[in-house]
């Protein structure tokens, strides 16, 4: 952790990508639940629940039933209505409806604890009105009752609808708890905190945890997204996103895409003592990354997923998990602390970057194997800013078959990774390195010319020409490194046209005699140094 920002808590247990850290017991900050998108289908009663409905409310759209309900002490005003459905009625006759029950907590001045259950049959092979898709339905009858709401906790809403459809006349045996289907998910789930303005700085923009993750964290090749909006003021709304693989690389053990943001209302306020003054900071479930559907049964791991690296993340920007330095308290988020299972890690990303710093140097220059094709794709891909080409796009651009660019993609995997035909760096981070390390390698190829310009000085001519990588070693002044040499090249005969080319261009012929050339040819990798004995 940062040093100078905040107390922080205990980093309790290590990073293991593959390991299995038990989480221990700490005071730290509760997250709350923000937005919220299930599936709850109920099968156990066929379409009876659904006819029950039919029944309640008359045929006709403005048709309504309202009612007040209560949970766990919170009054809620419900009402019940009716809706156009996009269904073809199973039997083919007459019309299929669907039905809303909205709800809204009674006396919420933010008016955000509100939300409404969408109830709709489900039958095998549905079919839709008019030219849309079909549904995609398992085999199962019943009802499907979706969930779009916000800032109550997942466990409330199946207590929600049964309390619901039993004030207006439905019986709420229909929805009980056992009778949820195990087809049951949930694709949209976020959990945030509010954190203070000032502190929340130290989480985004140039060296913050989020571009960070963004810049290094390797994905498998599906999606990664940074976007930092700074329109109206510093971190208005910044968000990355990223797959399941990246999840894991994290947190040992994770499996979800996520979707990490801080972020303003639309509105910011300037008022320091107005809570919205202060931002949120919230991690999100992202479906569209994620390989498999979340169970509705598997809810505590997902909120234990997006708790851990929300609290995680604070900790990696130096800030305290604990009540009192760090957070503000808002309608539906409490800033107190509660002993819990939590697992507070070291920060990853600096070992992430280590590694995928090795990984570029290995790749550049500790490969024997590498050759102007492959400096070639590299620099058109690391050129420019952009991040991923087509196979297609780089033969063009680098003069070289499709067949040849596949080579080089399979040579160069621990850089270059293909998704659906389209190339790209492993991350953000390996790009910006692949990029440096290129710049730095034409440097001193133009350093070691006569003229300074790589494309009239003789010597730098002939290192181009024959695919040469010149840099400085620690050993010797000058270390020329070729990729792999045809078996029947003469390699002394290319270097003593190197050595006429490097007197050509005004330097010294003892410093290329006593530097070291390193080649592949026939299969081994070879050294030799000096490159001549006088």
């Known amino acids: 952790m940062s040093a100078g920002v905040g107390a922080g808590p205990e980093v309790v247990s290590g990073l293991g990508e593959d390991g299995d850290e038990v989480p221990e017991v700490v005071s730290a900050v509760t997250p709350a639940t923000h937005e919220v998108s299930a599936n709850l289908i109920f099968t156990a009663d066929c379409l009876e629940p659904f ?118 006349g439905i019986d709420g045996s229909y929805f009980s708890d056992a009778k949820i289907h195990d087809y049951s998910n949930v694709f949209r789930f976020e959990r945030y905190v509010r954190v203070k303005r000032e502190k929340s700085e ?55 895409g996520k979707r990490i943001k801080h972020y303003h209302p639309e509105h910011p306020r300037d008022d320091e003592d107005d809570v919205l003054h202060h931002p949120k900071v919230g991690v999100s479930l ?39 330095e760090t957070f503000v308290s808002d309608a539906y988020f409490e800033a107190s602390e509660s002993a819990q299972e939590v697992r507070l890690v070291e920060n990853p990303l600096p070992e992430i970057k280590r590694k995928q710093e090795a990984t570029v140097v290995d790749g550049l220059t500790a490969n024997p194997d590498l050759n102007e094709s492959d400096r070639d794709v590299l620099d058109v891909l690391a050129d420019g800013g952009t991040a991923t080409a087509s196979v297609e796009e780089l033969s063009n651009d680098v003069e070289y078959s499709e067949r040849t660019v596949y080579r080089v993609l399979s040579r160069l995997s621990e ?12 991350s953000e981070f390996i790009q910006q390195t692949v990029r440096t390390t290129l710049s730095d ?87 030799r140094a000096p490159i001549f004995r006088d």
């Open 415 to 426: 850089l270059l990774s293909v998704d659906e035909g389209r190339v790209r760096f492993a």
């Open 286 to 324: 992202q479906s569209a990354l994620t390989d498999e559907t979340v169970r509705w049964a598997d809810r505590d791991g997902l909120r234990q997923e997006c708790d851990e690296l929300l609290l995680n993340l604070l900790s990696w920007a130096g800030l305290s998990t604990r009540a009192g």
């Open 441 to 527: 390698a034409k440097e001193a190829i133009e350093s070691f010319g006569g003229s300074g310009r790589s494309e009239t000085s003789p010597f730098a001519k002939w290192a181009n020409a024959h695919g040469v990588e010149v840099r400085d070693a620690v050993d010797v002044k000058l270390a020329l490194r070729f990729g792999r040499v045809p078996s029947s090249a003469d390699l002394s005969a290319i270097l003593r046209e190197g050595l006429r080319k490097w007197v050509a261009s005004g330097r010294d012929a003892r410093e290329f005699k006593i530097g070291k050339a390193q080649y592949r040819q026939d299969g081994y990798a070879n050294v």
């Open 51 to 168: 006819a029950a409905f039919d029944e309640l409310v008359p045929a006709s759209e403005s048709a309504s039933e309202s009612a007040s309900v209560e949970v766990d002490g919170v009054g809620f005003d419900v009402e019940v209505y009716a809706q156009e459905s996009g269904l073809r009625p199973r039997d083919g006759e007459g019309e299929v409806r669907e039905f809303r029950v909205r709800f809204e907590e009674q006396g919420d001045g933010v008016g955000e604890r509100s939300g409404a259950f969408h109830v709709a049959p489900r039958w095998p092979g549905m079919e839709s009105k008019g030219d849309g898709p079909n549904p995609s339905t398992p085999d199962i009858e019943g009802v499907n009752v979706r969930v779009d709401a916000s800032n109550l906790d997942l466990a409330t809403y199946p207590e929600l609808l049964r309390e619901s459809v039993s004030a207006v």
């Open 202 to 256: 130290h989480l985004i923009g140039n060296g913050g945890p989020m571009q960070q993750i963004f810049e290094r964290v390797r994905t498998a090749s599906k999606f990664r997204e940074l976007r930092e909006d700074d329109r109206d003021l510093e971190g208005y709304h910044h968000r990355v996103r990223f797959d399941g693989s990246a999840a894991g690389r994290l947190l040992g053990g994770h499996e979800l």
